[in-house]
């Protein structure tokens, strides 16, 4: 299987070689043809590693007598290429593995669908079509991995810098961060759900998370400037963001908030004179309403302090949740010691291509922590919701989200216009 | 009237410390001390990262009940000690004040030992309506007060206070990381790199070589750069600082003699760093010498982006060095699996707290700890006893680092055994 291990290698090595492959064809395309199964599309139950393996076994006796080449993609689409004096042998295999899935609604709907499980393809006459396809799914790919490798490379660096601004520099932030003592942020203040779904995926808000969008920040202070560029700087305007927040909380006149809430702050504004007067004026019920959130490197910076303040705002009433964890950083920190009531675990579509062992590992981690302290965060997709229920997390947050809500919202708001139609009707 | 909340104040500006009211009060109350008792809560006794200003005045607010409603008064002392007075409190809610500031530092040492007993350091109590007590506590008082008085003479001769990590100057904020930094850039640093060996010591006693470790004085970087300056007072631009850092020390480093150098030499980078083109001219200069390099990462900067670490290490093994995680203290320790970051080594600085009365249950979580990073890839630093070696040995670390370490080495260099 394509589980790359190379990470020198920019590519993903059966992304790389399949785009090598392609391109050695360009002088043999005649007399060839390609298959592309949309494996990727499987609901991520279909999707584990067994079911891949098996498919892609299913070719292995063409690849043997060399009539064909095997392509498993990271994301488990599969190509594969072969002469066409087989045509209908591979057509059979297809069809047997299409069978394997018959109960995935991507067999199921396909015929509604846009994405069919397989695709077709003459090299001779689709030879730029097929190209395109491999290219974009390699970008895709390699956009996945974006963090790991737009470090060294010049031209990610400038693509970052074209599309993200000029990175934060020590002088730009002293400027930001006196402006920010002027500015008025609270139109900049954006708030998220994190909701239970029903069965019926509607979803149900435990709490709001507010925060203070960076980009909007960036647009009204600083444009052309990546203020996320050095995670050291934007660590340390973070320390000031907190304190205009705290003061905006202060003020329930500048936030409207309703239901419980949740904000990030760092370690040392917990400890600040700015936490203590806003602790002061606000009355003893509201802080059981309010949950904490706090980063990991902000904590692992000075664990003793960490201790000391999650100690202090704890006894208050506040709660508290760790913010930010990948699921490998979620296996590495001792998290019933750290002793918040929340965690957050960032979506990450790796998780769910990670296999089998991956899965139980996660699952095994959300049961230790408690299923009703796991926020799954930066939900994109009904995929990323798919996966989370699977492994127990009741818990989410995110863009898919907030679309439920505003669909459930729609929803609602028809129900209520049919109702009252219903009833204009039936009056006499 | 000591109340808390003035405590951001500097104290003694007045001129009339905490400690001279204190002994002022039991004075007064010398004659009739009907219903008097105080607590003395020993917060100076806390771990030195613990007894920061900021955490006295939090703790010094848990007694604000007890001061609003009752006959209290709460003396907040220079050396960070707490004092209350009290007369006619009820013990119940006295205790609920001392418990809750007790959780607060439920990780240090200082409040290991069970509450009222044999062996509990954190509070004492005294019946002042008892002779005995009273005269045992006004001795106290009388003894802090002069304690004071000294540290605050001491204080004014000597204008610098000690600032944190010891290093004087107003702390790194963006204005002045943005002139050092410049200055990082243009200024000549190999003379600021010491060394410091790291040593394995093995089972028949003799030592060898683990590696050199190369880093840049702080102290007199400081001096040269920055005077004014505290470069430890922002953890976050100390961090940006230290890529700029990393840069110089990887030019600096480049043209070593790796040929004639017998043993390997270690190097504190930023995972950064580890991405960047500079490295990637670094690593072409000293070719396959790599193997002779570990690369030290700071535990905060691996816990930054765990993904991103992980990357590093793979790339940097995969040419031939070795990684290092550094940063751990004895509590970071015991908080995540050190085993998973999948590390060469592991270096784990030593504190006297180890030492002290530790419960056992402490020392066998440390055990386990020790075991899932794996006993061969632990780095005991800042060894400065032989106690500390014998504590390492008997937990299976073999390798050591720090002042005492320097002493062994000198020695079995000496007797030709290194």
């Known amino acids: ?428 | 009237m000591a109340d808390a909340a003035n405590f951001t104040t500097v104290p003694n500006l007045s001129g009339t410390s905490e400690e001279t009211l204190l002994v002022g009060h039991l004075r007064r109350i010398q004659d009739h001390p009907v219903g008097q008792f105080s607590i003395h809560v020993h917060l100076s006794e806390l771990r030195p990262d613990n007894s920061q200003q900021n955490f006295i005045r939090i703790a010094a607010r848990a007694f604000e009940p007890l001061l609003a409603n009752f006959d209290a008064t709460l003396y907040v002392l220079s050396n960070h000690d707490l004092v209350l007075l009290c007369r006619d409190v009820p013990v119940d809610d006295v205790d609920q004040a001392v418990y809750k500031v007790r959780a607060l530092f439920s990780e240090d040492p200082l409040t290991f030992g069970d509450e009222g007993s044999f062996e509990d350091r954190f509070t004492t109590w005294y019946d002042l309506t008892q002779k005995a007590d009273f005269r045992a506590f006004m001795a106290e008082a009388i003894k802090l007060e002069e304690e004071a008085n000294k540290r605050q003479k001491l204080d004014s001769e000597d204008s610098a206070p000690a600032a944190s990590y010891s290093m004087a100057g107003k702390p790194l904020d963006p204005r002045n990381l943005a002139a050092i930094n410049q200055r990082m850039m243009e200024v000549n640093i190999s003379d600021l790199l010491r060394q410091q060996m790291a040593i394995t010591i093995r089972e028949d006693g003799k030592g060898s070589a683990l590696f050199r470790e190369h880093y840049v004085s702080m102290q007199d970087l400081q001096r040269r750069l920055a005077p004014n300056v505290n470069l430890f007072g922002n953890s976050w631009l100390f961090q940006y600082l230290t890529e700029t850092i990393d840069r110089r020390m990887l030019t600096v480093v480049a043209h070593f003699d790796f040929e004639s150098m017998p043993d390997s030499i270690s190097l504190n980078l930023n995972i950064s760093t580890v991405l960047s083109r500079e490295f990637q001219t670094f690593h072409r200069s000293i070719g396959h010498n790599a193997r002779k390099i570990v690369v030290e990462l700071q535990l905060i900067d691996v816990f930054a982006d765990l993904g991103m670490y992980a990357f590093a290490r793979d790339q940097l093994r995969e040419n031939g060095y070795r990684v290092l995680i550094d940063g751990l203290n004895p509590i970071s320790f015991q908080f995540f699996n050190p085993g998973l970051l999948d590390a060469d080594l592991i270096k784990l600085g030593w504190s006297k707290e180890f030492l002290g009365e530790v419960p056992k249950s402490r020392l066998d979580d440390m055990r386990v700890q020790v075991n899932l990073a794996g006993k061969n890839k632990m780095v005991l630093s800042r060894v400065d006893s032989e106690g500390a070696i014998l504590w390492g040995l008997q937990l299976g670390i073999h390798r050591f680092q720090g002042h005492y370490a320097d002493i062994i080495v000198e020695k079995m260099i000496a007797k030709g055994i290194i």
């Open chain 1, 1 to 428: 299987m394509a589980r790359d291990t190379q990470p020198v290698n920019r590519l993903p090595s059966q992304e790389k070689l399949l785009l090598d492959y392609i391109h050695r064809l360009e002088q043999h395309r005649d007399g060839r043809k390609l298959v592309h199964l949309h494996l990727s599309a499987l609901r991520p139950f279909n999707r584990r590693e067994h079911h891949i393996r098996a498919a892609a076994e299913d070719f292995e006796s063409f690849v043997e007598s060399l009539d064909g080449q095997l392509f498993v993609l990271k994301n488990a689409d599969i190509f594969f290429f072969y002469k066409e004096e087989i045509a209908p042998h591979v057509e059979t295999v297809v069809q047997q593995i299409r069978y394997l899935f018959s109960d995935d609604p991507l067999v199921l709907e396909e015929d509604e669908s846009e994405i069919k499980f397989s695709d077709w393809y003459d090299i001779e006459t689709h030879y730029d079509v097929i190209l395109n396809l491999v290219q974009d799914l390699i970008n895709a790919s390699n956009d996945k991995s974006r963090s790991f490798n737009n470090q060294m490379d010049t031209r990610s660096a400038l693509k970052a810098k074209q599309e993200k601004g000029e990175p934060l520099t020590p002088e730009v932030l002293g400027r930001v961060e006196n402006a920010l003592t002027r500015t008025d942020l609270s139109n900049m203040v954006r708030r998220q759900y994190i909701c239970s779904l029903t069965r019926r995926r509607v979803p149900e808000p435990a709490f709001s998370e507010l925060f203070i969008s960076i980009a909007d920040l960036r647009e009204t202070l600083l444009p052309g400037v990546n203020l996320m560029a050095n995670r050291w700087l934007f660590q340390h305007l973070t320390e000031t963001l907190d304190r205009r927040m705290l003061s905006m909380l202060s003020k329930t006149d500048t936030l409207t908030i309703s239901g419980d809430i949740s904000f990030n702050l760092n370690v040392g504004t917990l400890l600040s004179q700015e936490f203590q007067s806003f602790d002061d004026n606000i009355t003893a019920n509201r802080r059981g309403g309010m949950i904490i959130e706090l980063q990991k490197v902000d904590i692992f910076a000075n664990l003793g302090a960490y201790l000391f303040a999650r100690e202090f705002i704890q006894a208050k009433g506040y709660r508290v949740c760790i913010d930010g964890l990948s699921y490998q950083a979620m296996a590495v920190i001792d998290r019933e010691r750290l002793g918040a009531d929340f965690v957050k675990l960032v979506w990450h579509p790796e998780m769910m291509d990670g296999g089998e062992e991956i899965h139980t590992h996660i699952r095994n981690m959300i049961r230790y922590t408690g299923e009703d302290r796991v926020i799954l965060c930066r939900v994109d997709s009904r995929e990323a919701i798919d996966f989370g229920q699977s492994v127990g997390i009741t818990l989410f947050q995110g863009r898919h989200i907030e679309h439920l809500i505003a669909e459930d919202n729609r929803r609602r708001e028809l129900l209520r216009l049919k109702r009252r139609m219903e009833r204009s009707n039936e009056a006499p």
